[in-house]
């Protein structure tokens, strides 16, 4: 079996209902900004606290308050709910926590990570209010952080390559582009070769330990889709050899049984033990789905849809319907293959998840007597899920859109 029963749960079978999915993300946006606190921004979530303080609510973009400002911001501008609510004017203030936090858990000098730093909350700034020197600043961090030994997403330059194609999509401006090919090319130069397992792959310093992880947030996937969707701005032969380097380490790290795929958290594990058989966007199929739908090449095709089976069979998560290892997140898989493929059959089961999720919010909200207020790993999230599902569009928040 690929994946692990204990951490999964029945699907309820509730209809698909477009009247239902509205209504849970206007409640989701209304509580969201009721609940706003000037003095601490939202409150923080039992599930969200894994050691840290419960009194000093989270401030990044992964499960803090820059996610949870640009969720509400996002639903607004697309029309998936009503209200112009903004928090702008309190970005500023917003990052010198998220600093004051950063240094609390002894990781300074983090001020360009993409999930966890300063960089989104600037990258909002710039686009109320655009001025030169935010570029200069925004530039500089980008630059500054292509030889951080993390080489993934949340800490590292794959996540700064992703906000490099962002700012460029947004505004225009050459410097991202050049910004996203110095950054690429870097990472390049620091791919690995596996004589064991026939392909490349990164290592990550990652929290005082080597990672190999292949993963959509940490590893692999993660970085192959920033390269995918940026694909455009490097050169062909250059991409030729991007896409080519994907399909070979994606084929030959997939595990398979039975007509379903999935693969392993890490291509070179230092534990005694087996790896855990997970199936959720940060660790499994669903978001090696995400990361790779948009591939042009069909190389990949017949193990995606083998990918997108597997997460079917599992069902949604019990962790809840959150998108970074919850219900929504795996339905984004879905979503990715019904815009890949065309087949109804993959939005029928993106909507069997939503419904599902609803279900799970209600919930948890009864259990814990709170939303969960971030955008990777709470409710505003999963909002977005729903309104994804409600246009039958496969547009993964902060990951595959920045800007609405």
């Not at 900004?33 to 409150?43: K, L």
């Not at 291509?267 to 948009?294: E, T, Y």
Request: with cysteine; net charge negative; proline share 5%.
């Amino acid at each position: 079996m690929l994946h692990d029963p204990t951490r999964h749960e029945p699907l309820n079978a509730a209809p698909w209902s477009e009247a239902q999915a509205r209504a849970e993300i206007a409640r989701i946006v209304a509580d969201t900004v009721a609940r706003f606190e000037a003095s601490g921004w939202w409150p923080i979530h039992p599930r969200d606290i894994d050691g840290d303080d419960p009194s000093v609510p989270p401030t990044t973009l992964y499960f803090g308050a820059m996610g949870t400002a640009w969720a509400v911001h996002y639903l607004q501008a697309v029309g998936a709910c009503s209200g112009r609510v903004r928090f702008d004017a309190r970005l500023g203030e917003l990052i010198e926590r998220n600093r004051a936090w950063l240094k609390s858990v002894s990781i300074e000098d983090a001020a360009a990570s993409y999930l966890m730093g300063d960089l989104p909350a600037l990258m909002m700034a710039q686009e109320q209010a655009p001025t030169e020197s935010g570029l200069q600043q925004l530039l500089a961090l980008i630059d500054g952080n292509i030889n951080h030994p993390a080489r993934e997403l949340m800490w590292g330059s794959p996540g700064t390559l992703l906000a490099a194609l962002f700012l460029h999509q947004r505004f225009g401006d050459e410097r991202f582009a050049d910004a996203f090919r110095r950054t690429a090319a870097h990472l390049r130069s620091q791919l690995k070769w596996s004589e064991e397992h026939r392909c490349h792959y990164w290592d990550q310093d990652l929290y005082g330990r080597d990672s190999t992880y292949l993963d959509a947030v940490h590893g692999y996937a993660a970085t192959a889709a920033v390269l995918i969707r940026g694909r455009h701005l490097l050169p062909a032969d250059e991409w030729a050899t991007w896409q080519h380097t994907i399909v070979q380490t994606m084929t030959a790290t997939a595990q398979r049984e039975d007509g379903l795929a999935n693969w392993p958290a890490q291509l070179i594990s230092s534990s005694p033990s087996p790896q855990k058989k997970l199936m959720q966007f940060c660790h499994g199929s669903p978001g090696f789905v995400i990361c790779l739908a948009d591939l042009p090449d069909p190389q990949l095709d017949e193990l995606l849809l083998a990918a997108g089976e597997a997460t079917w069979v599992a069902g949604p998560l019990a962790k809840g319907s959150n998108l970074c290892h919850g219900t929504g997140g795996n339905g984004y898989a879905f979503l990715k293959l019904y815009e890949r493929t065309g087949d109804a059959r993959w939005l029928e089961r993106a909507r069997a998840f939503a419904m599902h999720g609803i279900q799970q919010v209600a919930s948890d909200e009864r259990e814990y007597g709170q939303l969960r207020y971030s955008l990777w790993t709470g409710d505003p999230g999963f909002a977005v899920y729903l309104w994804d599902c409600i246009r039958a569009r496969a547009a993964f928040p902060t990951l595959d859109v920045f800007y609405a």
